[in-house]
């Protein structure tokens, strides 16, 4: 739903200075809001990780790509920025959040040429899902301590349960 996801862009459109919209092949982008870019993914139900590349290759001018889902509309804004901060002064290769032991796929800030390159050669290799992009990345994870601080009621993570489009 749109209303849902224009909650996604504006919490990115705090952060980022350019926002990107990854839309399903032939959805209508019409509705966003004002400064938003919309790409279509070129292949229908291929999965997350290829409409992450469609993104990332839109936003290949920027070094670092913060990415969404489209479904997330609670982010919390200051969290977001607190992801780009460690991204830029530890130069990892991503950031992701760390819940109940896990890596959580989304939030996460990456490197967009090196994320592009394993995104690419990820999707050739049959694999789909983010997880898959960042199992192979060196991740700077941050953990529940800190980032729980940041967000109380953790409703960074929350998302609605229903298909969503990819904001990066």
């Known amino acids: 739903?749109?209303?849902?996801?224009h909650h996604a862009v504006l919490r990115l459109a705090a952060v980022c200075g350019d926002v990107v919209v990854v839309l399903a092949p032939g959805?209508?982008?019409s509705g966003l809001p004002p400064g938003t870019r919309?790409?279509?993914?070129?292949?229908?139900g291929e999965g997350p990780l290829a409409g992450l590349h469609a993104g990332l290759l839109a936003a290949a001018r920027s070094d670092l790509a913060l990415v969404a889902g489209g479904d997330m509309p609670d982010m919390s804004?200051?969290?977001l920025r607190e992801m780009l901060r460690v991204a830029e002064q530890?130069?990892?290769?991503?950031?992701?959040?760390?819940e109940g032991g896990a890596l959580r796929p989304l939030p996460c800030v990456l490197q967009c040429d090196?994320?592009?390159?394993?995104?690419?050669?990820?999707l050739h290799a049959g694999r789909r899902s983010l997880g898959d992009?960042?199992?192979s990345m060196v991740v700077a994870a941050i953990d529940e301590a800190t980032w729980w601080a940041i967000d109380p009621s953790r409703r960074t993570l929350f998302d609605v349960d229903e298909p969503g489009d990819l904001v990066s």
Do not use: K, N, S
């Open 27 to 29: 959805a209508d982008g």
């Open 114 to 122: 090196r994320g592009m390159d394993l995104a690419h050669t990820l």
């Open 90 to 98: 530890r130069g990892e290769e991503a950031v992701a959040l760390r």
């Open 133 to 135: 992009l960042l199992d």
């Open 77 to 79: 804004e200051a969290l």
């Open 1 to 5: 739903g749109m209303p849902l996801l």
């Open 38 to 44: 919309a790409v279509h993914d070129e292949t229908e």
